[in-house]
């Protein structure tokens, strides 16, 4: 099943969801039964997880208005691991 968005004129935005394929260009509005357009949308857009819509937003911006750095950001290095001890046991050279 897929979600598909259509428009009323006098009641807005909502939503109707049909086997993939078969949306029509108008639908009968749920709340006045005027004829409403179907409007395209990108999919699945109220799934997608925040850190993910966050991302794409700030990759989206980025377009525009890129951010301008002055200097090299700093390398930032892992903590070290702690020792294995099982490697003590090993035979040295």
Not at 30 to 39: S, V, Y
Not at 63 to 86: H, I, S
Request: charged fraction near 25%; include cysteine; charge should be positive.
């Amino acid at each position: 099943m897929a979600t598909y968005e259509y428009r009323c004129d006098d009641c807005g935005c909502f939503e109707q969801r049909m086997a993939m394929g078969t949306a029509t260009a108008s639908a009968a509005c749920p709340t006045c039964g005027r004829d409403a357009k179907r409007i395209f949308s990108v999919p699945m857009t109220n799934q997608t997880p925040k850190p993910l819509a966050r991302m794409l937003a700030r990759e989206e911006a980025s377009r525009d208005y890129p951010e301008v750095v002055d200097r090299v950001p700093l390398r930032r290095r892992p903590p070290p691991t702690p020792p294995n001890p099982a490697h003590a046991r090993l035979p040295r050279p």
